[in-house]
Nanobody, 124 residues
Framework: QVQLVESGGGLVQPGGSLRLSCAAS????????MFWVRQAPGKGLEWVSRISPGGGRTHYADSVKGRVTISRDNAQNTLSLQMNSLKSEDTAVYYCAAKRAGWGTTDSTDYDYWGQGTQVTVSS
C-alpha cells in the first residue's frame, strides 16, 4: 500500500537547523510532485514547498523562502526539507504529500497521498 513516512523532526533552538525526510513507497514516486505542508498549533494547514517530479523545479512559501531547501532522490524514493535559521513560528507538524499535478492547497484532500507528520518545535 501507499506510504509516506516522515522523520527528522524534534526540538531545536531558534536559529538552528533540522533536516526532515520522507520515505515514499507503494506508488511511482518519480511521477509525482512532492510537497511539504505544515500545521502550527491551533492553526490551519500552510503550504510550505513543492518540487517537480524530476526535481528541477522548486517553489517556496514566502514565509520560508531563503531558509529552507526542498530536494528529492528518485532512486531512493525520498523527499527532504533542509531547514535553517529556524524561528519559533516554524513550530508545526510537517507533512509530506504527493500530487500528480497542480500547486497543491491547504486542503489535505487535495493531495493524492498524505503522510502522518513529524513534529518540529523551535524553542529556547
Amino acid at each position: 500500500q501507499v506510504q509516506l513516512v516522515e522523520s527528522g523532526g524534534g526540538l531545536v533552538q531558534p536559529g538552528g537547523s533540522l533536516r526532515l525526510s520522507c520515505a515514499a513507497s507503494g506508488f511511482t514516486f518519480s511521477s509525482y510532485w512532492m510537497f511539504w505542508v505544515r500545521q502550527a498549533p491551533g492553526k490551519g494547514l500552510e503550504w510550505v514547498s513543492r518540487i517537480s517530479p524530476g526535481g528541477g523545479r522548486t517553489h517556496y512559501a514566502d514565509s520560508v523562502k531563503g531558509r529552507v531547501t526542498i530536494s528529492r532522490d528518485n532512486a531512493q524514493n525520498t523527499l527532504s526539507l533542509q531547514m535553517n535559521s529556524l524561528k519559533s513560528e516554524d513550530t508545526a507538524v510537517y507533512y509530506c504529500a504527493a500530487k500528480r499535478a497542480g500547486w497543491g492547497t491547504t486542503d489535505s484532500t487535495d493531495y493524492d497521498y498524505w503522510g502522518q507528520g513529524t513534529q518540529v518545535t523551535v524553542s529556547s
